[in-house]
């Protein structure tokens, strides 16, 4: 069994940040490669990969439970549409389910599952920007 310390190490961010920039139907449906950080920026549409608010920690030593939310943006001027940047959030969290499927690298957390925490929530900025956000409940240990 894994000591909580090992947990520490895992980051479920990292882990599907790095899965989601690779996956080619995330890049299709975001329009180009390259659409995918940690953080709101352009070009646009763009997906933004973060630690959410809730999950399950458990007893920090197995099978924990964080939450991974997921961010889709359209441009600042409205496009593309709400029904379209619904599309390409829900594109992404399929692709982040696919995950669990992947083979095993030595060096990062094992992924055992990726299932959504809630509601697929329309919450655009305060500026009008158009944003879509989900999120994950990522299933790992050390």
């Not at 995918?36 to 990969?49: D, K, M, Q, T, Y």
């Not at 197995?62 to 409205?78: F, R």
């Not at 593309?80 to 499927?101: D, K, S």
Request: proline share 12%; glycine share 10%.
């Amino acid at each position: 069994m894994a000591a909580p310390y090992d947990l520490a190490e895992t980051d479920p961010v990292s882990v599907l940040l790095a899965w989601l920039q690779k996956h080619p139907r995330v890049a299709a449906a975001l329009g180009a490669p390259g659409r995918v950080s940690g953080i709101a920026e352009a070009p646009w549409p763009h997906l933004r990969v973060t630690h959410g608010p809730s999950g399950d920690m458990r007893t920090l030593t197995w099978a924990t439970e964080p939450e991974v939310t997921l961010e889709v943006y359209g441009d600042p001027g409205g496009w593309p549409g709400q029904a379209e940047l619904r599309r390409i959030i829900l594109v992404c969290a399929a692709a982040a389910t696919e995950l669990v499927y992947a083979p095993h690298a030595p060096d990062q957390p094992v992924i055992s599952g990726v299932r959504p925490s809630g509601t697929l929530i329309w919450s655009p900025l305060v500026d009008g920007q158009p944003r879509w956000l989900l999120g994950l409940l990522v299933t790992l240990h050390p």
